[in-house]
């Protein structure tokens, strides 16, 4: 009887218009690449979708003391999901410099050292994850600073709302204050408790992060390879190619690789589940080697217009069989909202001649980038059997966005719209494991 008990208090019915990708959308008209319910809904039970389609079905497979939360007309969507963003930089957003190295050294490897200090690690998680939750992301994969503890408070902030989030310590050996670099040795001591501690833990995955190749010596490399050959389950995350003044200091410390990418080809740090921020300015050589190893790129549109770092390209990388990311990169990034980082995405590949369409936004910022944690049968999807993380949508959330919706708009006009005016105002609610957890403003 408690457990059925259990169930029934577990149980939760979520009624609104249902959107979920099934594939990546091939062009604006592809409506067989998703699945849409105008009056849909979920049940949700213990972290779980157990049951998604339109209303009628799936409030006749509830309990019946089940609650109901009825967010008609809004859209419900899978939790958005963030691969590359740097907690310890909260608080370097908006931070004026001239470009990558200047904003390094000026602003984040300054505000980085403050992370030492465990106390204020902890302070800033808990509101680095309620800027997330209040921007509708659900997960993300996240850098540390140096200090093992910072990633301790990110996991244990994670751990207390059941969060999916991945994250890892950078490792940092040279070309940084003192007070942030760590030793060959003492940078793999750091990873290996830190993965013994919280990788697999609930929700929770580590990532062997070496920040770049400008901050590691060859020495800190090899430790790199070396945990992920003991650790093929983790994730690895780096910075590849974002600017070119970086290009041309990395290719100096490293002369014998035939570039940048050559370096972490040569470690052994490329594969299914590496990540490599920015990927700008790559060789046909470099996107060879990234979509043999099955690594993926990340687009990361708002920090690389701010920082004047270049423009993605990104139907060259998909031509070339490269997987491929979109993330924030707080703090290079300029903001939270993956609403507003694929809208600067649209505007970069404007530029690129390159048509970004709603549909594909969308896809990639919920399935697609679940599909690039290889993470798709848990998350980013609406499917039964699925984690519980989504997020409703308010199309109508400001003044400018009630007077365009005025006007009319069809499913795919009201996702530009949300991508092109939308922000935290837009969310109406996150769910995170079937619980509502957006923070009041």
């Not at 497979?61 to 859209?75: A, I």
């Not at 719209?417 to 494991?433: C, F, H, P, W």
């Amino acid at each position: 009887m408690s457990v059925n008990m259990t169930q029934k208090h577990n149980q939760r019915l979520i009624r609104g218009r249902v959107l979920s990708f099934i594939r990546e959308p091939q062009d604006i008209s592809d409506t067989a690449s998703y699945i849409y319910h105008e009056d849909g809904a979920l049940l949700v039970e213990n972290g779980l979708i157990i049951a998604v389609g339109d209303y009628a079905t799936v409030a006749a497979q509830k309990s019946p003391d089940t609650p109901e939360t009825d967010h008609r007309p809004h859209l419900i969507l899978p939790g958005f999901i963030d691969t590359h963003i740097h907690f310890p930089q909260s608080q370097v957003v908006a931070s004026y410099a001239a470009e990558l190295l200047d904003w390094l050294n000026d602003y984040t490897f300054i505000e980085e050292q403050k992370y030492a200090d465990e106390q204020f690690g902890e302070h800033i998680a808990e509101r680095f994850i309620d800027e997330l939750l209040r921007h509708g992301t659900t997960t993300v994969v996240a850098y540390g600073s140096v200090h093992p503890q910072s990633v301790d408070a990110f996991f244990r902030a994670s751990e207390r709302l059941n969060m999916r989030n991945i994250a890892g310590k950078v490792m940092m050996d040279r070309n940084a204050p003192a007070a942030l670099c760590d030793t060959a040795q003492s940078g793999y001591d750091d990873t290996k408790a830190l993965i013994a501690r919280w990788n697999g833990k609930g929700r929770l995955d580590y990532a062997i992060t070496p920040r770049f190749a400008i901050t590691s010596t060859p020495a800190q490399l090899e430790a790199s390879q070396a945990l992920v050959r003991e650790h093929p389950e983790c994730y690895v995350q780096t910075h590849l190619s974002e600017n070119h003044a970086e290009i041309e200091f990395t290719c100096s410390l490293y002369p014998d690789a035939p570039d940048y990418t050559g370096i972490y080809e040569h470690y052994g740090l490329l594969g299914d589940k590496t990540l490599l921020g920015h990927s700008i300015h790559l060789s046909e050589r470099e996107m060879k080697v990234l979509a043999d190893s099955r690594s993926v790129a990340v687009f990361c549109p708002t920090s690389n217009l701010f920082l004047g770092s270049g423009l993605f390209d990104r139907d060259r990388l998909r031509d070339a069989g490269v997987r491929i990311g979109v993330a924030t990169d707080i703090g290079g990034g300029t903001s939270w909202s993956m609403l507003r980082t694929l809208d600067e995405g649209y505007k970069v590949l404007q530029l690129r001649g390159q048509r970004l369409n709603p549909l594909s936004s969308f896809y990639m910022m919920t399935l697609g980038n679940a599909q690039a944690l290889s993470m798709e049968d848990r998350i980013g999807t609406l499917g039964a059997g699925t984690e519980a993380d989504f997020v409703v949508l308010n199309s109508r959330a400001t003044s400018a966005m009630r007077l365009r919706m005025d006007a009319g708009s069809n499913l795919a006009q009201e996702l530009f719209l949300l991508q092109t005016l939308g922000d935290d105002r837009a969310i109406v609610e996150t769910y995170v494991a079937g619980q509502p957890v957006k923070p009041a403003n």
